[in-house]
């Protein structure tokens, strides 16, 4: 009797199975599949350099946009000998604990 029950069970079970994924549940797929396909006509090196230049935000201030410096047209050598004259005159830049 036991076998019989569950052999009409597993037989059910796989009869009902197929139906149970018919329709995309939200968020698993699309509904709409008769969009029309273009091409793209950017080349793969264009939009290998767009995703270099426009990295997505990540880690714990990625809500917080990237603020960039004005680029400067001092040289290196030029900056450090402006800190060492700073430096001469008693100009310090504040650093540790005191700052």
Known sequence: ?????????????????????????SGEGPFFQNDAVTVSATSREAVQQDAIAHRPAAGAQNAVAAVRAASSQLTRAQVRADTVEAVAHGQFAKSGEMS
Not at 8 to 17: I, P, Q, R, V, Y
């Open 1 to 25: 009797m036991k076998t019989r029950n569950i052999a009409l069970a597993t037989l059910l079970a796989t009869a009902f199975a197929g139906n149970a994924f018919a329709f995309p549940v």
